[in-house]
């Protein structure tokens, strides 16, 4: 049975992948998750996760044209799909619903 | 001015113990031309084999168990021969050849009182032996193997101290034993069968 909502990193990244749009391949990525999450990451990581992504219909993904400065090697773009939308959707509602009603958090987190 | 070239050891490395895509070498070269250290691309690489490793040792329980039982036979050869080595001289006395040791044809008396040097060197021939010859989940197979070894030889420390029967007269004392069972020689196996994927057959096809 498929999981019902993201781990953190998954949705870290689907989130990554839907800030940097059409150019979504594996160095913007991993740049935009170091920048904005404040974490460094290793790219086996992040390749795991998006096959697994992929694997659970969350994303999709093609290959562009070789470059040189890649030493003539493609790019893997990436795409949320429709269900990786609802997904991250769903995963904001359950965080929400459980950040409500805690007092330790109300006025900011310090 | 020429592109950098990012460190060919880890490259051969990455690409002899697991099978890249384009894709990942790509993203690697990319960031280290755009200014990403040595380091961070040993990181990388370090953690992209590790992630095959446990991926491919999920996959298989089948060769944990192959490999688990290959380090355990390999920890009792092993051993049997560094017993060997250490008595083959009282044995020579005891079945009556006390002539041939008093002739010189006894072993080297530097074999006999460095018995965890020749295990070092069987281990990284037992490692390349092993990294040589594994056609599959090659990343798997050395790391399994340098662990089994690890549990092996800890396994049977603990006999030996458990049962007093450590021979403390060669010179070693128990820290630099300890040293030896769980540090050494489970990384004298990975080094042997890392040295085997770097210099042995490119089956990947895809370095640089």
């Known amino acids: ?110 | 001015m020429s592109p950098r070239r990012p460190p060919r050891l880890a490259t051969s490395l990455l690409c002899r113990l697991t099978r890249p895509t384009e894709t990942v070498l790509g993203d690697l070269l990319e960031q280290f031309e755009g200014g990403k250290s040595r380091l961070w691309y040993w990181s990388q690489v370090i953690g992209l084999i590790a992630q095959t490793a446990v991926g491919e040792i999920q996959q298989s329980r089948a060769l944990v168990v192959r490999v688990m039982a290959s380090g355990l036979i390999l920890t009792m050869i092993t051993s049997s021969t560094i017993t060997a080595i250490i008595s083959f001289d009282r044995w020579l006395f005891v079945r009556g050849f006390g002539w041939f040791y008093r002739n010189g044809y006894g072993l080297p008396r530097s074999m006999a009182s460095h018995p965890w040097w020749i295990a070092t060197a069987l281990y990284v021939l037992f490692g390349w032996c092993v990294g040589r010859f594994a056609q599959r989940r090659q990343a798997a197979v050395v790391l399994l193997f340098a662990i089994s070894i690890f549990i092996s030889d800890s396994a049977l420390l603990s006999y030996h101290l458990a049962s007093h029967s450590v021979d403390f007269a060669n010179g070693y004392n128990l820290t630099q034993m300890v040293v030896f069972t769980v540090v050494i020689l489970p990384l004298a196996a990975l080094f042997g069968g890392v040295s085997a994927r770097i210099w042995g057959s490119n089956q990947s096809g895809v370095i640089a």
Request: hydrophobic letters at 40%; charged letters at 25%.
């Open chain 1, 1 to 110: 049975m498929a999981r019902q909502h993201l781990t953190d990193f998954e949705l870290m990244i689907l989130l990554a992948i839907l800030r940097i749009g059409e150019d979504a391949y594996g160095v913007p990525i991993a740049r935009e998750i170091e920048q904005t999450g404040r974490r460094s990451v290793l790219l086996g990581a992040i390749y795991t996760a998006l096959d697994r992504l992929e694997e659970n219909g969350l994303v999709t993904s093609s290959y562009g044209d070789p470059t040189p400065e890649r030493g003539g090697r493609a790019k893997r773009f990436f795409k949320v799909t429709g269900k990786g939308l609802k997904a991250v959707k769903d995963t904001q509602k359950a965080f929400t619903a459980l950040w409500r009603g805690i007092p330790q958090l109300k006025g900011g987190t310090t």
